[in-house]
């Protein structure tokens, strides 16, 4: 029996004991702790390097994209002239169209090597104000250097840009330019009805008691008879004052001429010379031909980079004559050639 029983006992297995581990819980979090700080710190390194490589990147870039573009070579040995060319090509002149204007005048100003200035216009026009700013840059130019300014106009030179380009001292333009739109045009559009009718919007203004006039020119109602007036009186005094400046810079022209041909009309290459809006038909190579043998020189033609934006080079996107909204937009397409 006891036999039996200590050879039964021999086929059981035994019940295996559980020992607990020994608690290391304070040291495995301090481990822990410590890992994620290193991780975190490595990983904000990894980040602001790569953000910082991609900026770089963008400053070399743009550095690169606003450097001048050598348009005809000079064969002198030693380079002691140049023209500077500076683009006017913009969809509509703004107040960041005058920033980048004065910083390209800005600087033929400080290089004593340019000799003479080609404005290159290809433009429908745009804002007065800008647009005046920018003939003021011009003249500026012309007064602190002595320099002559020509202007080239390519495809248009209309509006605000011909009234910039009044100031020149010589104007060309190809056969096929289009030349003139002497005149003053504003546009408001109204969506009264439209919120109405297909929303059933009913915007409501409350103005001051003695601010009458604060939503002068809202797109939420039809202006009034007096509020037509009022803006054609406007419009009027800033026709006079564009009429004014091509009648100083176009000698000419006397006020009377100005005003005969400042009905908002169109004119071709041909016709803008016959009128004298234009001094010479020609390409942007004949007002360089005409430079060089009127100052007996040989100078290296440079055409100046419009500045850009870190943002835009980092977009690709230039904002001269961009980056506007969708309403800016319908903007620039009815009024091309407004104020």
């Avoid at 690169?64 to 002198?76: F, L």
């Avoid at 041909?261 to 071709?268: E, P, Q």
Wanted: proline share 4%; charged share 20%.
């Amino acid at each position: 029996k006891d036999v039996m029983g200590s050879k039964s006992a021999s086929t059981v297995s035994p019940i295996p004991v559980y020992i607990p581990p020994v608690n290391q819980e304070g040291g495995g979090n301090k481990k822990s702790f410590f890992g994620i700080i290193v991780k975190t710190v490595a990983s904000s390194v990894i980040i602001v390097s790569i953000f910082l490589n991609i900026y770089l990147g963008a400053l070399l870039f743009a550095s690169m994209g606003n450097q001048d573009s050598v348009y005809m070579k000079s064969n002198a040995l030693e380079l002691k002239s140049k023209i500077a060319i500076i683009p006017l090509e913009a969809s509509m002149i703004n107040m960041e169209t005058a920033s980048i204007m004065r910083r390209m005048f800005k600087k033929a100003i400080e290089d004593e090597l340019v000799k003479a200035v080609i404005l290159r216009v290809n433009c429908p026009g745009g804002q007065v104000a800008a647009s005046n700013m920018i003939n003021k840059y011009l003249s500026h130019y012309q007064e602190e250097t002595g320099n002559k300014v020509y202007v080239s106009i390519q495809q248009l030179g209309a509006s605000g840009a011909y009234w910039i380009s009044a100031k020149a001292d010589r104007i060309y333009a190809q056969e096929n330019s289009l030349v003139g739109s002497i005149g003053v045009i504003a546009i408001n559009f109204i969506v009264e009805e439209i919120l109405k009718e297909k929303l059933g919007i009913q915007p409501v203004i409350y103005k001051s008691s003695r601010s009458p006039f604060k939503d002068h020119n809202t797109p939420f109602r039809m202006p009034t008879v007096k509020e037509k007036e009022d803006i054609i009186t406007e419009l009027d005094i800033v026709h006079g004052r564009f009429v004014e400046v091509i009648a100083e810079g176009r000698a000419n022209l006397s006020e009377d001429d100005v005003w005969a041909l400042a009905n908002g009309d169109i004119f071709d290459g041909a016709e803008a010379l016959e009128n004298g809006l234009i001094d010479k038909i020609g390409f942007i190579e004949d007002v360089i031909t005409d430079i060089k043998e009127e100052q007996d020189i040989d100078p290296q033609v440079v055409v100046y980079a419009p500045p850009m934006s870190l943002k835009d080079q980092i977009l690709g996107s230039y904002s001269q004559l961009g980056g506007f909204s969708a309403l800016e937009k319908a903007f620039e397409i009815t009024a091309n050639s407004g104020a």
